[in-house]
């Protein structure tokens, strides 16, 4: 987080952005020059965009519908969004996406996102509540099983909520650290796993030895007390808990300047 962190003091910065820009932000800034990326529709796809007209010119957008390298005027809506083809340099098959790129480790980083995240950085894309008879079924799982294994490493985006930062998931859609920090080489899982989750509130990194999530940084204007009462475990800060760096004018305004298609703004 070199560069995007100064260590906590007290704020001084007015806040002129919103939680969720700076989550965007935050995500965009994790991303390097030159890295292949695997994007996921929304706050994923904004961070990549925003990263690749900021400090990483050269990093490759891969989408699941099989875009490779694309380069989109405008944010897509879906994954097969027509914009993500027209500005690729190459459009390949759904298979060959996951059998050739993604599964022998060839994709530099992946965003994921869920319904629910636990201590140990699994996620839940499945259910709400027990499988048979759930509370609420979700959307599932798409390619995001494979992306938490086989990516080099991966970055969580999602909001800091207590009902979705639990203990324990309620279903294990994708592995993060499984029970500790040997299940993924038990597993045979490929890629790091989660290295950070960015959320809007803060910074999380799995702890070195235990493998479990800490608090590595706060946002401007947020304290330990507000990240742990959204913390559904007894969260643990990092000795040397951050802050992050606010937002820079260039960053605001390109963020700004992201469009939708079909948004009608120009």
């Known amino acids: 987080m070199t560069g995007t962190t100064d260590r906590v003091t007290e704020p001084s910065t007015t806040v002129t952005w919103s939680a969720d820009e700076m989550m965007s932000i935050a995500a965009a800034r994790s991303l390097r020059d030159g890295q292949a990326c695997f994007v996921g529709i929304g706050l994923p796809s904004t961070a990549a965009n925003l990263a690749r007209r900021l400090h990483a010119p050269n990093l490759v957008l891969i989408y699941e519908s099989g875009t490779l390298d694309t380069r989109p005027d405008e944010l897509p809506l879906s994954i097969g969004d027509g914009i993500l083809a027209e500005s690729a340099l190459s459009v390949v098959s759904v298979p060959e996406i996951f059998n050739y790129w993604l599964q022998p480790g060839r994709i530099d980083v992946g965003f994921l996102s869920g319904a629910q995240l636990d201590r140990f950085g699994n996620i839940n894309t499945t259910v709400i509540g027990e499988y048979d008879e759930p509370d609420v079924r979700l959307p599932g799982s798409g ?124």
């Open 143 to 266: 390619g995001a099983p494979e992306i938490a294994a086989s990516c080099r490493e991966v970055i969580v985006v999602m909001r800091h909520r207590l009902r979705a930062f639990v203990e324990q998931v309620d279903f294990v859609t994708s592995v993060g650290y499984g029970s500790g920090p040997l299940d993924r080489q038990i597993l045979g899982l490929r890629g790091a796993g989660p290295v950070r989750v960015i959320t809007d509130l803060g910074v999380l990194e799995p702890d070195p030895d235990t493998a479990e999530l800490v608090l590595a940084a706060l946002h401007h204007g947020i304290t330990v007390e507000q990240v742990r009462s959204e913390t559904g475990w007894p969260l643990q800060v990092s000795a040397d808990l951050m802050i992050t760096a606010p937002p820079s004018d260039t960053e605001l305004t390109t963020l700004r300047s992201l469009r939708t298609v079909g948004s009608g703004e120009s």
